[in-house]
């Protein structure tokens, strides 16, 4: 059986007629469906119906999954032009096009995560802090601590500066210095009861 990356034999003038064809369809229709299955993910991730902070967190990714199918749709063409220059120079193409535009994604689009400013007494709940674009002010957050099924609110508590400090006074109720009043929320839905103002995620 013929190696479908070997090139050691002429390649003949139709692709389709080389004794590499058939392995190397094979493998472009494994791509192509790791491609669809890799949209479907992403999909599921954006549309996140239980608020998980992992779901949001790792396949909410629109962005890389872009920069994840121009090199698997630039493989499964150089597949099917089985090897010929005119593949070859697309994939490399490709691949220079992708890594240049994932390397300005990396530098100067992505923006960075929340970070946790302060815990529930029983360990329960977390506030997160949600920086705006500048990263002057952010907004407060309610996360359950549930491992990788924790949940989050969809809404926020309050808007605070940046390094102001937040606590909690009881389980539900969350303060700080750039809070207006305390924030409190439901338990259950994580949702805020009585929330101040906000900034604008």
Do not use: K
């Not at 815990?119 to 990263?135: A, C, I, M, Q, T």
């Amino acid at each position: 059986m013929h190696d479908p990356l070997d090139f050691t034999e002429p390649t003949p003038g139709d692709p389709y007629e080389s004794p590499t064809a058939a392995p190397r369809l094979r493998l472009s229709r494994i791509v192509l469906g790791v491609c669809g299955f890799a949209v479907l993910l992403v999909a599921f991730g954006m549309w996140n119906p239980g608020h998980l902070v992992a779901v949001h967190t790792y396949l909410s990714r629109p962005c890389e999954l872009v920069f994840f199918l121009i090199p698997a749709l630039g493989f499964v063409y150089f597949l099917r032009r089985d090897g010929d220059q005119e593949g070859i120079a697309g994939f490399r193409m490709i691949l220079g096009l992708s890594g240049g535009l994932l390397l300005v994604l990396i530098c100067f689009l992505r923006t960075p995560g929340p970070t946790t400013v302060a815990v529930s007494p029983d360990g329960r709940f977390e506030v997160v802090l949600w920086l705006d674009s500048e990263g002057r002010n952010g907004d407060l957050v309610v996360r359950s601590r549930d491992g990788l099924l924790s949940r989050e609110a969809t809404a926020p508590l309050g808007c605070v500066p940046r390094g102001s400090e937040v606590r909690f006074t009881d389980a539900t109720t969350v303060t700080g210095a750039g809070l207006e009043r305390p924030a409190t929320f439901d338990p259950d839905t994580l949702e805020p009861t009585a929330p101040t103002d906000w900034c604008s995620r």
